[in-house]
């Protein structure tokens, strides 16, 4: 059975820095893992996508990495802005797709 | 191009009553996933439907079964309601039933059960 575990469960930090959240799974068949961010009480908006033969991703100020052999994968945050404060979650895709409890984030001015 | 729907945006019932919660899928997918999620906690997965037909369930009791329509659309319905149901209930939508598709969340219902 797949689990998937964020750690740490919440995390602040100053307005400008960058920050990683980290994601690991148990199973490494999978076909792609995804990031998304979700904002309280809404639903959830993809940020990357990683196919499982792919190492990383990269979108604006966020970049994903992916090491399947080991069961982790990275998100990562440059210059972060107080508009980036939400949960983030990631989700593996197997048979199902399987997510994390995710990270709330909060950015402080 | 229009995205996922989903109806109502939330809905209160009372301990045994029945729900049914609505999905409309993105243009041009023929396949849609539920979920629940918690309060706290990560979405899980309930069932998926492709091409009508039930392709996948999770670890969910038969008072959540759901349907599928022609136009892809489809419906969540739990019976004999139970205040541990209270909970978002998203859906999303992909094209080709198969685990490697990217799936589209829509906005979510959520539910409060009393």
């Known amino acids: 059975k797949q689990e998937v575990t964020q750690i740490p469960a919440a995390l602040s930090v100053p307005e400008g820095e960058n920050l990683v959240l980290n994601c690991s799974f148990t199973?490494?068949?999978?076909?792609?893992l995804q990031w998304f961010r979700q904002d309280p009480g809404k639903g959830l908006t993809s940020l990357l996508l990683?196919?499982?033969?792919?190492r990383e991703q990269t979108s604006g100020r966020l970049n994903a990495s992916l090491d399947k052999s080991s069961g982790r994968s990275t998100l990562y945050i440059a210059a972060s802005q107080p508009g980036d404060s939400a949960t983030y979650l990631c989700?593996?895709?197997?048979?199902?797709?399987?997510f994390g409890t995710g990270t709330r984030l909060t950015i402080i001015p | 191009e229009t995205g996922v729907t989903q109806s109502p945006t939330h809905l209160i019932k009372t301990r045994g009553q029945q729900v049914t919660l609505r999905c409309s899928s993105q243009?041009?997918?023929?396949?849609v996933s539920w979920y629940q999620q918690a309060l706290g906690q990560g979405p899980q997965f309930i069932f998926q439907?492709?091409?009508?037909?039930?392709?996948g369930r999770g670890n969910f009791p038969p008072r959540f079964s759901g349907l599928q329509f022609p136009n892809y659309s489809s419906e969540l319905n739990v019976n004999a309601l139970e205040l541990d149901d209270s909970a978002l209930y998203l859906c999303?939508?992909?094209?080709?039933?198969?685990?490697?598709?990217?799936?589209?969340f829509g906005p979510g219902t959520r539910l409060t059960v009393l």
């Open positions: 999303a939508s992909s094209l080709g039933g198969r685990g490697s598709d990217t799936q589209y």
């Open positions: 199973d490494s068949a999978i076909y792609n």
């Open positions: 990683i196919q499982s033969s792919q």
């Open positions: 989700a593996v895709t197997g048979e199902k797709l399987t």
């Open positions: 243009s041009g997918h023929n396949t």
């Open positions: 439907y492709y091409r009508e037909e039930e392709n």
